[in-house]
């Protein structure tokens, strides 16, 4: 295995592991909010700091991007880490939350971890290497437009009031044409069901370079398309449409006439 991933796979288990440990004492976690609908635990915290941990062992000149320490480091190298992907899921023990860890290197994605620790799911890429579900080879699906395609969203719960209308539009046109749409509450994961081929399609605004980056990675070697709204390439931006390339395509004609202009890009 290629040793940026395996540091990367060495971090997310380990993350994942002590999120899956702490599922059992639910009750007795302190919960600070960082903002509407925004929550934050010591096990979000602690995971970071594992992750971090590991990663500054092999590689400790290499700079880190961590969704709660921020950024550190001046290297071309970066790690991007989402430490607990669907906190709100994870809370409430609803078991759909994920660790992402991105390595991206001079400005392109490198290496994509993200792990799922209720199933015990890993999924990997490493760029020019084809993606991977617990070490065989995954590809998106072969769904040929939008008639009869499973679609995922994320819900605009944090979402400028102005931009809850547009998006129920958007939704409104989606769950017309498709054979329905899912809002699973991982980010990270998923992307990866869509570079997996479990769902054909995926879009969301407002998310963060830790919510995509590992994931973005995964679909493109899983030989999908992720781009923005206005159908410029992916680069770690918050407004996000992905899919086989035949549904990309159909979902950016869908969905367009109702993006607004603050959300295209
Ligand atoms: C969230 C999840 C969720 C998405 C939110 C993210 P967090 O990440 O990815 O699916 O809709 O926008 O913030 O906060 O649980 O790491
Ligand atoms: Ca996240
Ligand atoms: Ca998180």
Redesign the pocket.
Known sequence: MQPLLTIGVRAARRAGDLIARSLTHLDSLKIDTKGRNDFVTDVDRKAEAEIIAIIRKSYPAHAVLG?ESGRSGTSETLWIV?P????TNFLHGFPQFAV?IAVEHKGRLECAVVYDPMRQELYTAVRGGGAQLDGKRIRVSSQRGLEGALIGTGFPYRMAPEHVDPYLAMLKAVMAVTAGVRRPG???LDLAYVAAGRTDGFFEFN??P??TAAGALLIREAGGRIGTPSGADYALGPNVVAGNPKVYAALLETLGPHVPADLRD
């Open positions: 969704e989402d607990l992907d669907g906190t992402s991982s980010a990270s998310l963060k830790w919510d």
